[in-house]
């Protein structure tokens, strides 16, 4: 999953998910906390993936993921491409009205606007794009 995609968050907590990401992400969308303060969305099958490698941990590993788990929400699309994202979601990522919706590699993002913003400048400023590039060889 690939691209970025400026969008609002309505007053009834719904936000329009691009047709590329709803096509992969399928036809209901894991929402949950994610790393940096943003919102992670899988598909059923990225899902099912991560939740075998945690099946292949100990319980004390999983527990840390508790909240992860806590968090959760399976959210379906409506007929206009929109999603409901709960209250406790949009708070704990600060999505108040503008945000930024991305697709990153296996999963998709849900970002406040600034934080993204702050996100970007900081990775294009600092050069940490291109050192991790070079890290993994590309």
């Keep these: 999953m690939t691209g970025q995609y400026f969008h609002n968050i309505d007053a009834k907590g719904r936000l329009f998910i691009p047709a590329k990401l709803r096509e992969q992400l399928g036809d209901t969308l894991h929402v949950t906390v994610g790393q940096d303060g943003c919102l992670s969305v899988y598909s059923d099958t990225e899902w099912e993936k991560f939740q075998q490698k945690l099946d292949e941990r100990n319980f004390t590993d ?33 999505l108040e009205k503008e945000v930024v919706v991305a ?21 294009f400023s600092s050069g940490s794009l291109e050192q991790a590039m070079e890290e993994m060889g590309l």
């Excluded at 606007?113 to 400048?121: C, D, I």
């Design 62 to 94: 999983v527990k840390k993921l508790r909240l992860m788990f806590a968090y959760m929400a399976d959210c379906e699309p409506d007929a206009q491409g929109r999603i409901l994202i709960p209250n406790h979601l949009r708070q704990r990522a600060k």
């Design 103 to 123: 697709g990153i590699f296996n999963r998709v993002e849900i970002w406040n606007a600034q934080r993204w913003a702050e996100l970007e400048e900081e990775a």
